[in-house]
């Protein structure tokens, strides 16, 4: 079996992933959002779910939330809730997707009316940083265009940059903002921001607590997203990341099931470029479960994380860089893909066992009796999130 060295599991011990509290709300596709039983009904009980996720895995201790749909009137009763069961408020993501003013755009609306209406939301969800002791303030945008001609594509990025001076200004203390990237959708020909170039352009125009969200479901079919990883951590400028896979175009589904040996690559780049365990780089899931359950859903993403991340911390960068010296192109890919092959789970199992956690994570939560906990208990109510 493989072994974890003391360094490895030092690592593994500090990492720790923050989950998103949509992931707990129904979700779906455009054609239709199931219902699942035992379902959240409100931020207090999406809270709970995640905490069920830290508990079962001690990797993720910070729910992000989103505002409209995590909207209370008590936020620091909230936060005082989530701490005592062992976790923070982490993010607050801003949504200017989802009001018929939007259509046209928000930060970047040609009428300041509509633009000041959505700097007004972004000043509000720093309001509720404030009170959830939050860091991060996630932008995503669902701004665009559909048909050629049909914007200003210039007058738009010079609006878009008005509008986060103003939210940026507003930032206070250890407060950041992290601007996220998408190539395309819900707007199908052009994205105000489509590309890492275009959010690096943006963030860097506002100062140093500005930085770049990767999220990894946004790019184009392949993308050489570690390349990325690796330019955004040179630059320093490597804020967040949304980890999630797909297939096709950005359907948010586990991070890993689609690809394990790309998150592979992404953390080799991570690890390298000094991103892992970095507070400056958080690690952030944006995923919905439409047909899986979605505690164990989580669960199976911090542990696919996990894993891969275990397993480029086993490749020996030494070798790797003798072979890269000397040329040897083989034997550079053989170092890294002995790594890559490597099964670390049976070590990740006793290694948690010696931490006092279950080998299997997702077995102890089956066994533990809250799914069926709460589907017997939730029933009635509404949740808000993208099934609302
Ligand atoms: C929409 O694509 C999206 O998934 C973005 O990635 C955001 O991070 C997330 O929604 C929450 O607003
Ligand atoms: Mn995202």
């Known amino acids: 079996m493989t072994t974890l060295s003391p360094d490895i599991q030092a ?5 720790s992933i923050e989950l998103p509290s949509w992931a707990f709300g129904n979700s779906g596709t455009r054609f239709k959002v199931f219902t699942t039983p035992g379902t959240p009904r409100d931020p207090y009980e999406k809270i709970a779910d995640a905490a069920q996720v830290n508990r079962v895995t001690a990797l993720a201790p910070a729910v992000a939330l989103h505002i409209p749909w995590d909207k209370v009137d008590d936020y620091a009763a909230l936060r005082t809730y989530a701490n005592d069961l062992g976790v923070e408020l982490g993010t607050i993501n801003s949504n200017t997707f989802q009001d018929d003013d939007y259509k046209f755009g928000a930060l ?4 300041a009316a509509v633009r000041r209406k959505a700097i007004d ?14 860091r991060d303030l996630k932008i995503w945008l669902a701004e665009g265009s559909n048909y050629p001609g049909q914007a200003d594509l210039r007058g738009r990025q010079d609006r878009l940059h008005e509008s986060l001076q103003e939210i940026y200004a507003r930032l206070s203390g250890e407060q950041r903002l992290v601007l996220e990237y998408k190539f395309f959708e819900p707007a199908f020909y052009h994205t105000d921001v489509p590309d890492w170039g275009t959010s690096y352009v943006q963030v860097s125009a506002l100062g140093e607590r500005a930085m770049v969200c990767l999220d990894t479901g946004h790019h184009a079919p392949g993308t050489n997203i570690e390349f990325i990883v ?9 804020g967040s990341f949304d980890f999630n896979s797909r297939f096709y175009a950005d359907d948010d589904l586990i991070v890993g099931a689609a690809d394990p040996f790309q998150l592979f690559r992404i ?4 690890i390298r470029g000094g991103g892992l365990n970095n507070p400056d780089v958080a690690f952030m899931l944006d ?5 899986e359950k979605k505690i164990p ?9 996990q894993e891969m991340t275990a397993r480029a911390l086993l490749v020996d960068a030494e070798a790797l860089r003798v072979a890269q010296l000397s040329g040897d192109v083989l034997a550079a890919n053989a170092v890294f893909m002995d790594a890559f092959y490597t099964d670390v789970r049976p070590a990740l199992g006793q290694w948690r066992e010696s931490r006092g956690l279950a080998a299997d994570p997702m077995a102890a939560y089956a066994a533990s009796g809250y799914q069926e906990k ?5 029933l009635g109510g509404v949740q808000a999130s993208w099934g609302a």
């Open 297 to 305: 859903g989580q669960i199976r993403s911090v542990l696919n994380v």
């Open 230 to 238: 690796m330019q955004l951590l040179r630059l320093g400028k490597l």
């Open 287 to 291: 995923q919905c479960h439409n047909v």
């Open 11 to 15: 690592q593994l011990t500090a990492q």
């Open 374 to 378: 709460i589907e017997t208990e939730r």
């Open 121 to 134: 939301h972004h000043l509000e969800c720093i309001d509720i940083m404030d009170a959830t002791g939050s």
């Open 108 to 111: 970047t609306h040609e009428d």
């Open 267 to 270: 953390l080799f780049e991570v």
